[in-house]
């Protein structure tokens, strides 16, 4: 199966996303508490997954969805194996150390979402990226540093924006790779 958490999407999620700048406390698990607030309203989502009789889970989401889709990840209660998990424009989430090495963030590097938030202590949860804007891949937890005035960057971290990056860069890939047939 695969798990999809979705991003950002009412008023209330904004309140999540402000938070986590302006109140950068890190719960227990390792996590900033504005983003465990937020993933307390997806926690239905188990159930739905042991329902459906998954063999295995692969874990994704964009922007706040990344976010608790990676909450999700550590700290569900079921028993399913979990393959990986693929993030896109998520946020800085972890507080100083990474959560799980079988992940993949999918960023763009004038992304400013990506950067936030600004503390000190923050970082992603992991540290395998793939720049999709430059085709290029970075083991840094705290890769992509905020780009200059990032107000004027932020179409970079709507989805279609990224979906249309994926596509480029797999059709980059492509007409590059010697494909040899039988």
Request: glycine share 6%; proline share 4%.
């Amino acid at each position: 199966c695969v798990v999809s958490h979705r991003g950002t999407d009412s008023l209330e999620d904004v309140f999540y996303d402000l938070e986590s700048e302006l109140y950068q406390h890190c719960n227990s698990n390792g996590y900033l508490d504005a983003f465990v607030d937020s993933y307390k309203k997806t926690t239905k989502i188990d159930k739905m997954i042991l329902e459906t009789g998954c063999d295995s889970i692969i874990y994704s989401g964009h922007s706040l969805g990344g976010v608790t889709s990676r909450i999700a990840m550590t700290t569900s209660t079921h028993n399913i194996p979990i393959s990986t998990i693929v993030t896109y424009g998520e946020p800085k989430s972890c507080c100083g150390f990474q959560k799980n090495s079988t992940s993949i963030r999918v960023i763009n590097g004038q992304d400013p979402i990506a950067s936030l938030p600004t503390g000190k202590s923050n970082s992603h949860c992991s540290s395998l990226a793939l720049n999709v804007l430059y085709g290029t891949w970075f083991h840094d937890k705290t890769y992509p540093l905020l780009p200059p005035f990032p107000v004027l960057k932020l179409h970079y971290h709507h989805i279609d924006h990224y979906v249309r990056s994926i596509s480029e860069y797999i059709t980059n890939k492509i007409a590059t790779t010697k494909i040899e047939y039988n």
